[in-house]
């Protein structure tokens, strides 16, 4: 059997609304994955927004943020290598890839929703049957995305960061909208749990976490679809 062939795509922006404060993807929900996918054998492609060195979130590089996987991940020169070389999504193809897994952290707020590249990659992922995970922020790439004309999240059972845990890190005015709502709105059948804790939903092509302690379950979930 031939390895998963695992597309993670990661945000480039970098700026957390008009706060002047920085933002970026969160470590812990690439780490996570990331060896999820590695020790599990699958071969795993870096992609971002506009490709090279992606912007981490620094809170989620600081003491008490970290996760066994993201002291892992920093020690890794292999990994971060192709954190430093991740290709720009104008660059990859569905065609090559068995499943696209993308992480969160606020700045997928900004540069994930609205991105056409973005978008019809995804799409291209979802015509094909092909299995398109997203955790905590980043399920904001999916509510501009399509399935036969009709939003993809329409009537999917799903997660993400949920407004609860926006008013609990005080963002909800800094985001450019609160993602269960628009998730809600879209017509999807979304379920959050408890703050923080992880929670995972596993719709057909379609599995989200909720939040950072979501990603590695997520990952496990995504990895064991592969491998069926």
Known sequence: MSKP???????????????GKKTGFWLEE?????????????EVTLASIKGGLPPVDPKSD?????????????A???????????????????????????????GAMWDFPDNTTLINLIEAFGQRGKLISAVCHAPAALVNVKSAGVPLVKGRLMTAFTDDEERAVQLEHVVPFLLETRLRELGARFEGG???????HHDGN???????????????????????
């Open 5 to 19: 062939r695992i597309l993670i795509v990661l945000t480039s922006h970098d700026q957390l609304g008009s706060t």
């Open 30 to 42: 690439l780490a996570d994955p990331y060896y999820v996918f590695v020790d599990g054998g699958a």
């Open 62 to 74: 600081s003491a008490g943020q970290e996760s066994k996987s993201s002291i892992r991940f920093k």
């Open 76 to 106: 890794d020169a292999e990994a971060n290598a192709k954190l430093r070389s991740t290709l720009a999504i104008t660059e990859v193809k569905a065609d090559n890839y068995d499943a696209i897994f993308l992480p969160g952290g606020h």
């Open 194 to 200: 408890e703050n923080f804790q992880p929670l995972v």
């Open 206 to 228: 379609l599995i989200t976490g909720q939040n950072p302690a979501s990603s590695g379950p997520a990952a496990e979930k995504t990895l064991e679809a592969l491998t069926k």
